[in-house]
């Protein structure tokens, strides 16, 4: 499946998705429990819930290159979230996704995560995206090698990806 990216004041647009960047107050909004009308009726994961408290802690997250909600195009509702762990480590970021599970399966994911890689290696001294996978989870391990990403290592029950500049080129 092919992703076609566009940006737009921030919004990384693909195919069937949008990828916005969260504000304070869904950040809040996610905190305190408060649905919206913009959210798909399994929205938020405890995922979105864990990375919502965590950007007072960080955040940097809450920048260009760092973590975004999920939108259909279609429906107009948020089914998920990913992020870079912004700032880079010796340039190598480390991206993280999630889909609710009724939107689970169509490959929001992956189209997802190719797109915030492609834009992450637009980063300045950006060369690496990397992931960790916990290997009962052959969903995510599939999502990763359908966005491109390479198995580089598997140490106990993680393994390891990652896609760099050189081969985003050869896609």
């Known amino acids: 499946m092919s992703s076609t990216l566009s940006t737009s004041h921030d919004d990384l647009t693909t195919d069937r998705l949008v990828l916005r960047r969260w504000s304070i107050i869904e950040a809040a909004a996610v905190i ?9 009726d399994d929205f938020p994961a405890e995922g979105d819930r864990v990375i919502a408290n965590l950007f007072e802690q960080h955040p ?4 260009a290159y760092g973590h975004r909600l999920i939108v259909e195009r ?22 993280g996704y999630g889909i609710v599970a009724s939107r689970r399966g169509r490959g929001y994911a992956t189209e997802a995560t190719r797109a915030l890689a492609e834009y992450a290696l637009t980063a300045p001294d ?21 966005a491109g990403f ?22």
């Open 32 to 40: 305190d429990n408060t649905r919206s009308v913009y959210w798909a």
């Open 150 to 171: 390479q198995h580089v290592a598997t140490e106990e029950n993680v393994a390891r990806f990652r896609i760099t500049k050189p081969d985003l080129d050869r896609q």
């Open 60 to 63: 940097d997250w809450l920048g």
């Open 74 to 95: 279609d429906s107009g509702l948020t089914v998920g979230s990913i992020g870079l762990f912004w700032p880079p480590s010796e340039g190598i970021l480390e991206i």
């Open 126 to 146: 950006v060369h690496t995206v990397s992931a960790a996978v916990e290997l009962p989870n052959p969903s995510s391990l599939r999502v990763l090698e359908k």
